[in-house]
């Protein structure tokens, strides 16, 4: 024992004379630095070296700035070793670079894409030409499997490979094997008494999967999801009066082979409370009778939680309108466990007025900044307006060109009296694009090509352009709106068209009608949801005689001549109110527009209604109503012209008859359309089986009704209009929405055309 310890001594004594060796080996006596030497460079600057030096020529030098120096230039990331050596009174900066990375590649990756990997590493430092760091590359390694793990592939793989190369460099390659998903068979919860596991069950998300499964992904495990979906469980307690819900666990097991997920979530369900009254406190700026209100809060009824928070939340809104950004409302509970009531105490402090500073757009990668702040009835430098955030929200939603619009109010650090506003934005596609050709004994070769782009270059301006070659079905139409033709918000829309329709050669004849017109409108909003139009057009209609020329035709071109031309103004007036643009689930769509026919070859009148009103049943149900009545006449004497003539039949009106093949037919049999219409649509939009709660496809029942008709026509009941019922599917797919509809008639009569399977894409009812 005595000797491992004088072992010992001897050993620490040597340790500590070698590290004072060492320092005096590293110790100079400050001098005068008269030139200074960078020996190493390859590609970085000398300029870069010199400005991380805390000294310069003619200033004197010692071991603190010797020490400073080299803590900055390996503070640069640059350099994987930094000496300084004294020749003199010449001091060598003596440095090796690190290694740049040359490429970086990924292979086996098929879950992602490879350049929004890129991207991601460019964003952690790791991208072509910048210094090859082995840490960061451990870290986008991590990091890397880590998204493979939110996307439940939990058996994922990783290998880094770095590969130097001539000139200082190396390719960085991500070797990736992805493994397969790792699903979720089984879910339960415990605990639960007042409910049953499959009714609480159906509120997730999450799911052991089904025959959409594929397209949902919704038994792929996900921490964010299962976070959501216990939120949801926990709201549906809290809404029902359970005011003590918990949540006591939640339990997530993987099975050996990484393939098998199991969900248990515990609960503790409480005692369900009744509400036995609500009383405010605090400062309500002398309106406590406007807040009284808005307290949705209701004695006598069991504890909602939803209730409570819509009342928080309409109180801090009101505070909004007066520019209270930061005022506090707690809804204090006061409990009666003997009784299991409860009472509710508001208390409320407005704290301080305020006002936004800045105004932020996120998310928005394709829209211009201008396309969602004009848009916006809250100003920068203004006080905050709760109301006017929350129309600015609607109105940006409304455009139509997002799937998710929110707002996020931050307070300004070291500000007392000023929030940023950032508007949160995910883009959808809205373009649609259709290219065809094709050949046929009666057209020869024919050539398709449309295109319509509501956001043409992020733009917000809307441009569509359709041209068909066929011989029966000739037409070139351009359309162009721009939503803010002056800087008020007047609109401008600019139509052309050129048509020529021809029979089939199968029909027999050879006659054509050629249509041709341009017309130009105007919206001038009023408020913030009612918006007027009016323009003015030019259109002419010539009728090239020949054999087989249908009744309709013949009689029109009798009365009007060959070749008619119409000068009409259009006035028009639109309300929407609705709450989305793409998927509405509540509120109402109302538009009013009519021609009147001033001058020219034809005179005329005519007056369009259309309304249609979102009621949301719940989160998942909502009922769905359309009406539409049309009414048009000629004046002067003369009948309604022709190609004036309103149509029915097929999606956007009734479905299960042929698309415009209701309603007068000439003796050959030519559907001919009508000055009058009438449609009645109703359907109950509801979750697609299968696909959980997603929006963006639904299933719908509906029922339709409707019919155009002669002028001389008078609607007494319902004997003269159609009906169907079926059944239909809505998807918001990336070339826009698309519906499909089974309809089985349940009013027809002979000689309609029913067809029972129809298909469109943008069409609302």
């Given at each position: ?5 004088t ?5 620490a ?29 390859q ?47 010449v001091l ?20 992602f ?107 792929r ?35 050996p ?15 369900r ?36 928070a ?22 204090t ?69 997002f ?21 949160n ?8 694009l ?47 709106i721009?939503?803010y ?16 329709s ?28 009612d ?39 259009t ?12 998927v ?9 527009y ?39 006449k ?32 000439d ?13 009645l649509n ?23 009704a ?50 029972r ?9």
């Open positions: 024992m005595q000797k491992q310890l072992r010992f001594k001897v050993r004594v040597c340790a500590i004379a070698s590290l004072f060796l060492a320092h005096s080996a590293w110790a100079v006596d400050p001098f005068t630095v008269r030139d200074i030497r960078v020996e190493g460079l590609r970085v600057e000398p300029g870069t070296i010199f400005a991380s030096l805390p000294f310069r020529v003619g200033e004197t030098y010692n071991d603190d700035k010797g020490s400073t120096a080299i803590r900055a230039l390996f503070g640069l990331g640059l350099f994987k070793d930094v000496r300084l050596e004294v020749s003199g009174d060598v900066v003596i440095v090796e670079e690190r290694p740049t990375v040359a490429e970086v590649d990924f292979l086996g990756t098929k879950e894409d490879k350049e929004v990997l890129k991207k991601a590493l460019r964003e952690a430092g790791i991208a072509d030409g910048q210094p090859f760091d082995k840490a960061l590359a451990d870290k986008a390694e991590q990091e890397l499997k880590r998204q493979y793990i939110n996307k439940s592939l939990y058996g994922v793989e990783v290998v880094t490979t770095v590969t130097p190369i001539e000139r200082n460099r190396v390719n960085l390659t991500f070797s990736v094997v992805e493994g397969d998903v790792a699903k979720i068979k089984e879910i339960h919860i415990t605990g639960n008494k007042a409910f049953s596991e499959s009714r609480l069950l159906g509120l997730f998300d999450l799911d052991t999967g089904g025959w959409l499964s594929f397209y949902t992904k919704s038994d495990y996900s921490r964010t999801k299962l976070n959501a979906d216990i939120e949801t469980l926990r709201s549906y307690y809290l809404a029902r009066g359970y005011l003590e819900f918990k949540i006591d666990s939640t339990q997530v097991a993987i099975s082979d990484k393939q098998s997920i199991a969900i248990t979530v515990n609960i503790t369900e409480g005692e409370f009744v509400v036995s009254g609500i009383k405010l406190e605090g400062n309500y700026l002398g309106k406590e009778e406007e807040f009284k209100s808005l307290v949705t809060i209701k004695a006598g009824e069991p504890y909602n939680a939803d209730a409570v819509e009342t928080s939340k309409a109180f801090t809104d009101y505070f909004g309108t007066f520019g209270y950004a930061f005022a506090k409302v707690e809804a509970p006061e409990i009666d466990r003997v009784n299991n009531r409860v009472a509710f105490v508001m208390q409320a402090e407005p704290s301080r007025r305020a006002y936004v500073r800045r105004i932020n757009v996120a998310g928005n990668n394709r829209t211009r900044d201008e396309v969602v702040r004009r848009e916006f009835r809250q100003f920068e430098s203004s006080w905050y307006d709760g109301d006017k955030i929350r129309l600015s929200r609607d109105r940006v939603d409304r455009l139509g060109f799937t998710d619009v929110n707002v996020e109010t931050q307070e300004v650090t070291g500000t007392a009296d000023q929030v940023d506003v950032t508007v934005v995910a883009e959808k596609p809205t373009g649609n259709q290219l065809g050709a094709g050949y046929s004994s009666a057209d020869s070769v024919s050539v398709l090509f449309g295109i319509k782009q509501e956001n043409v270059f992020g733009s917000g301006n809307y441009l569509g352009i359709e041209l068909n070659t066929s011989r029966s079905n000739r037409q070139l139409v351009l359309n162009t721009d939503p033709f002056t800087a008020d918000g007047i609109s401008r829309s600019i139509d052309v068209y050129d048509r020529t021809k029979p089939l050669s199968g029909q027999g004849g050879d006659y054509a009608l050629k249509t041709r017109g341009a017309s130009i409108r105007f919206g001038v909003p009023f408020t913030e949801t918006t007027v139009y009016f323009g003015t057009g030019y259109e002419s209609l010539t009728i090239v005689r020949g054999t087989n020329l249908p009744t309709s035709y013949a009689d029109y071109a009798n009365t009007f001549g060959d070749r008619s031309n119409s000068i009409p103004l006035v028009g007036w639109s309300r929407d109110s609705r709450d989305s643009a793409i509405p689930t509540s509120g109402r769509f109302q538009r009013v009519g021609d009147w026919g001033i001058a020219g070859d034809i005179r005329f009148v005519r007056a369009n209604y259309q309304i249609q009103q979102y009621i949301p049943l719940n989160k998942q149900f909502t009922i769905a109503l359309n009406g539409e009545l049309g009414w048009g000629g004046l002067k004497g003369q009948p309604y012209p022709l190609f004036k003539n309103y149509y029915s039949g097929g999606l956007g009106s009734v479905r299960g008859f042929q698309q415009g093949s209701l309603g007068p037919k003796s050959s049999e030519l559907s001919t359309g009508g000055p009058k219409k009438l449609t109703a359907e109950l939009v509801a979750p697609f089986p299968g696909a959980g709660n997603d929006r963006t496809l639904r299933v719908y029942g509906f029922v339709d409707g019919n155009v008709f002669k002028d001389t026509y008078r609607l007494n009941g319902p004997d003269g209009l159609r009906a169907s019922t079926g059944l239909g599917i809505s998807w918001i797919s990336p070339v826009g929405p698309l519906r499909i509809a089974y309809a089985v008639p349940l009013r027809k009569q002979a000689g309609d055309k029913i067809e399977l129809q298909f469109q894409i943008g069409t609302s009812f």
